[in-house]
């Protein structure tokens, strides 16, 4: 199907002339870390208060159904920039960094095909890529590098003793400015660039570390947010007990809480809450650059992209964190605005992070990269209601994949096992299907887009890597045996 897309796009640079450098336009590229559906727009939470990014969604097109290739903050970003499946790439952890990797070492990302093909001057600052990753001297991910991701201040103790102690696993109301925290930083950062007048075309990310883990705000966050159960997430009772124990494996043993702690620890509210106001601060950061883009006059050549890693878990599910191939987990906010796109238009067909680079290049007319793995969303931006080619894939470690398509969430596991949601009858993903004998043809419908591809992790994997082979199962090198207990806490 998509060699005749491919050869479309030829013909079209055949007959059409192509955009000068001068030309193009611009690129604010907004990322945001561990940001699920609780964004008013997307109405994953009703009482989530972030104006800023619902007003970008106004003035441009919203993919209500887009989804992370990997609900692990460095393969879904090494994804997104190489235009590579994990489960092509084989990087499913936190580490290695791709270009640690001799077979991925020379793969092309989005900076450097804009700044190769279309002359694009390239600016970072913030959680692009993952940690400290192509912010190295020794690396050339871009040419202008601002102040990196941070969680900072933090207070001298944890506000919160969770069950597996990490440093950065916490959530409350910390007293310190807003003026000190990293992302008003990468925000002041982007905000002088802009000010100070940039190399065009310019391509200019902004990676924003909150609402990752800690969640500490200053109180005039928090008093956005009642403090009663309006603020906790859809929930059942025995939520799990339809799903296969192998969607434990994918989350085993980790930092972030499960929710039996957080309700005989009374943290499960201030946790829901946390985390919200950490979204309307960083909403407000966006807006703060979103302001500075329209004061200098790049409102109107420059498009802007909005995304997020993956989603978070606040107790649904009964675990807090990522590392799910359910909704929570995947599904991500993506909007699109600038010139020449549509206002205020919502696409329910599935996107793909992995569509970002392929659109970004039709949308700067640059000759498209056969290597991309993605699809772009241009027909999409054109007419909201234009079919998609194929659902959305999320892959979290090998043999585990997502199927998400405009009605229905298929999951296989690495053991076979698998579960089927229906969103139409049930969006909180609480009646797994796939022993139902009448969704055969749905289940078979959804198995033919399993990745054909389905590589072993790379050497060096490490953090959160679970591995299934003949010797067994190991989560971060360490057996689990039929008989374990799941971890509760």
């Not at 002359?119 to 601002?146: L, P, Q």
């Not at 950490?278 to 498009?303: K, P």
């Not at 057996?479 to 799941?486: S, V």
Request: glycine letters at 8%; a negative charge.
């Amino acid at each position: 199907m998509r060699i005749p897309v491919a050869f479309s796009f030829a013909l079209l640079l055949l007959i059409a002339p192509q955009l000068t450098a001068a030309e193009r336009p611009n690129i604010l590229f907004i990322a945001i870390d561990d940001q699920n559906d609780w964004i008013g727009c997307m109405q994953g939470h009703p009482l989530a208060k972030t104006p800023a990014i619902d007003g970008l969604a106004a003035r441009g097109t919203l993919f209500s159904n887009a989804h992370c290739q990997a609900p692990l903050c460095n393969p879904s970003r090494t994804s997104l920039m190489t235009g590579k499946r994990p489960s092509t790439t084989g990087v499913y952890g936190l580490a290695p960094w791709f270009r640690n990797v001799p077979e991925l070492k020379e793969l092309v990302t989005l900076p450097h095909y804009l700044k190769e093909h279309g002359g694009y001057t390239t600016y970072s600052t913030g959680k692009i890529y993952h940690g400290a990753y192509a912010r190295k001297k020794n690396t050339t991910e871009f040419d202008h590098v601002g102040p990196g991701a941070s969680g900072k201040p933090f207070p001298e103790k944890k506000l919160v003793n969770t069950p597996q102690p990490h440093k950065l696993v916490d959530w409350g109301v910390f007293p310190h400015r807003d003026e000190d925290k990293g992302d008003w930083k990468v925000a002041s950062w982007a905000e002088q660039q802009l000010d100070q007048g940039m190399q065009g075309p310019f391509f200019l990310s902004v990676g924003f570390f909150l609402p990752h883990v800690p969640c500490y705000a200053t109180q005039k966050w928090f008093d956005l947010y009642p403090t009663d159960d309006s603020i906790l997430p859809p929930m059942i009772a025995n939520d799990r007990d339809d799903t296969p124990r192998f969607s434990w494996y994918l989350h085993w043993k980790l930092p972030e809480p499960r929710l039996k702690f957080l309700k005989e620890a009374d943290q499960w509210h201030n946790l829901c809450r946390s985390y919200l106001a950490c979204v309307s601060f960083v909403d407000s950061q966006v807006g703060r650059v979103l302001e500075a883009l329209e004061r200098n006059g790049h409102a109107d050549d420059t498009i802007v992209v909005l995304w997020s890693d993956h989603g978070w878990h606040l107790g649904d599910k009964e675990i807090t964190g990522k590392n799910t191939l359910w909704d929570r987990g995947t599904r991500v906010p993506l909007i699109f605005a600038g010139p020449g796109l549509p206002e205020g238009a919502v696409c329910n067909q599935p996107a793909e992070l992995l569509d970002i680079y392929p659109t970004l290049l039709d949308l700067c007319d640059l000759p498209p990269s056969p290597a991309l793995e993605g699809i772009s969303l241009r027909p999409q931006l054109t007419d909201a209601s234009t079919p998609r080619e194929r659902p959305a894939i999320t892959t979290h470690n090998q043999g585990n994949h997502g199927i998400r398509s405009e009605r229905y969430r298929y999951i296989r596991y690495a053991d076979g096992s698998e579960e089927l949601y229906d969103f139409e009858s049930d969006p909180n993903e609480w009646r797994n299907l796939a022993s139902d004998p009448a969704m055969a043809t749905v289940l078979e419908d959804h198995r033919k887009w399993l990745p054909k591809i389905d590589n072993p992790a790379v050497p060096g994997s490490a953090h959160r890597v679970l591995i299934v082979d003949e010797d067994g199962i190991t989560w971060e090198g360490e057996p689990i045996k039929p008989g374990d207990p799941i971890p509760e806490l």
